[in-house]
C-alpha cells in the first residue's frame, strides 16, 4: 500500500518490492559477475547500509537542466492529506510544491527545525498544561500570497478534529489535543496551549494547511485532478497544463515566488508508467532514474552504461493488507495471518536480488531501530497449517467436500490483488493461494494495472494485497494511524484504543516506544488488519552525473529538491 510523509500518517505503498531501499553500492556499467548476497541491516547499522544519494555540494553541480522521473501512479486526487489522495507516488511529486510544516526530518530520522517556514518552536508551560511558542517565517508565503500564519495554524487544528467527521482526514494527529492557538506578545509569535499533552510533540505542524481548506467541499473534492499550487508553496511549482490526466505526466517548473533556495534545475517531469515501460523508458534515455528492485528489473538494468545502483534500506513494512470490509470475521483474519508462510513469499519476491532479510515483525519501526520488537503472532505449536486451521474450526467453520472452510453453507473465498505487471508481483500472488489452498482457504489471484493503485486502495476495492506503509524513525504516529480504530473506520478494540490514547501522553520516547510494541502485538493478534511478510531493499538506477538523487531513508518526502541535479 503506498500509506509517507514522515510526521503524522504514513503513506501507502505497494507490495511490490519494485517500490522502494540496503547497503551502499556504487555498481557502474560492465561487465556481469554474480554478486555476493547483502544482508538486511540490523540494529546499529551504519549510514552508509541505509542510503545512497550521491551527495554533492551545490557547486560540483550546473545550473539548469531537467530531471525526468517515472512514478507508479499520479492523482487523481492531488490532496494527500484525505483519504483517497493518500499514496506514496502522488505525495513524492507534490513534495517539489512543498507543503508548509514547521519541521523536516534527516535523513538519520532526526527532527529539524525548517527555518524557510519557521524560526522558533519551544516547549514550555502555560499554568500546568503543556504550551509551544511558534514563531513562523514572516517571509512564508502560499502561492497565492495569503501568509503562512496563525490563520493557516488554525485552519489545519479545524481541519483535523474527527476522522470520519465532514474532512476526509487520514488521521487527527495531534490537533485534538489543543486547547487554543493565540497570538502572544506583539513580537508575532503565536502560542499553541495543550489541553492534554500529545507525543512526540514535534508532529505538530507537520504540514499546514491554506485557509482555503477550511471548505469541506474543497478539502474533500476540491482536489480531483486539479494539483491546485496556489495552496502550497515550495521551490517548484505546477502551471496549468503542467499536469495531463491523459498522459499521466506532471511537469513542475522552478517557482518565482518562492523564498527559500532556489533550485538549480529548470523543471521535473514525473511520468506513471508500469514497470515494464519504466525499464524500456531508462534504457531509450528517455528517463534518468528507474526503481530497479525486483529481480527482473535489477537483472535487466545494473549493466546499464552511464548509470549506476544506487542502494539503500526499503522504508516499507507491510505485505499482508487484509480488508476488514470484507473480511469480517477477525478470526479468519487471524488464521490467515499465522497460516501464512511469510518466508516462503518473502523468498519468491527478492529471488534474483543479492540481498536476504530475516522476515520482519512491525509496522511501526524497522528492524534496524533501536526500538524494534517482532510483534507478528506465532503459531501455536510451531505449526502454522493445524495452528490456522484450529483458529477456523474453533470459530465454528467446518470443511466442505471440496476442502475448502465453511459456515451456515457459505464458503471462504476472497480475491488477494496485485498490482505491476512484473512477473514477481504474480509469483507472490500465486504462492500465497496455495499456501492458503493448502490450509483451505478458497483465494484467487486478481492481478490488477500499477496504474489503478491508488484507485483501488482508496475505494477499497480489494480482499487482500500485498501492500504496505512507509515506515517513520518515530513509532507513535505509526500506532495511531494504524490501530486506533477512530483513524479506521471503527475497526479495533476499546481497551486498544485506551492503550494508544495512554501512549500519546507519554513524555518519554522509550516507554513510548515500548507501549507501542505492546500495542502492535495486541492488534496483530486479535485485529488482524495489517501485517509484515517482508521490508526489502531499495535499488534505484540513476544516471551517473545524477547528484542528491538515489535511495532516500527517513527523508525521502523531505527531499531537498532546491539541491538535486546534474554534476558539472
Partial sequence: MEKQYIFNRR?????????????????????????????????GAKAEELYNINSHPVSDLKQGGELRIPVTAIGPDFNIWSQSGSSYSTAKVLSTMRTARLYKVAA??????DKDYCEKFEVGKKGNKVAVAIKMNPKAKFNDGTPIDIKALRATWKIHQEPGGKYNIVTAGPYPHIESIEPEGKDGVIQVVFKNPYYPIEDLFAYIAHPALEDPEVF???????????????????????WNSSSKTFTVVANEKWWGEKPLLDRIIFRALEAGASRAAFKNGEIDAVVASTPTAYAELKDTNGAQIRRGQRLFSGGLNLNPKHIKDAKVRKAIFVGTDRQALANVNFQGLPYEEDVPGSMVLMPFSPLYEDNFPKPEGGDRKAAAQKIL????????????YEKDGKKLEYRVTVFSDDPTSKNVGQNFVEIMKNIGLHIELNPEAGLNFNKVISNKEYDITFSGYSVGAEPTAGTQQFYYSKDND?????????????????????????????????HMSEVCTLGTVYNGPLYTMCKEKLANYGTFLYDESNIDWAKVGWLK
Fill in 490 to 522: 471503527g475497526v479495533g478494540t476499546p481497551e486498544i484504543d485506551k492503550l494508544i490514547e495512554k501512549i500519546l501522553v507519554e513524555p518519554d520516547p522509550q516507554k513510548r516506544a515500548q507501549k507501542c510494541n505492546e500495542v502492535e502485538k495486541k
Fill in 11 to 43: 503513506t501507502l505503498l505497494s507490495g511490490a518490492v519494485a517500490v522502494t531501499t540496503i547497503g551502499l553500492l556504487a555498481a557502474c556499467g560492465g561487465g556481469s559477475k554474480k554478486e555476493d548476497k547483502v544482508k538486511a541491516p540490523g540494529k
Fill in 393 to 404: 474450526e474453533e470459530a465454528g467453520y467446518t470443511k466442505g467436500s471440496d476442502g475448502f
Fill in 220 to 242: 474533500n473534492k476540491g482536489f480531483v485532478d486539479k494539483p491546485r499550487p496556489e495552496y502550497s508553496s515550495g521551490p517548484f511549482t505546477v502551471k496549468e497544463d503542467g
Fill in 108 to 113: 538519520d530520522g532526526a527532527y529539524t527545525l
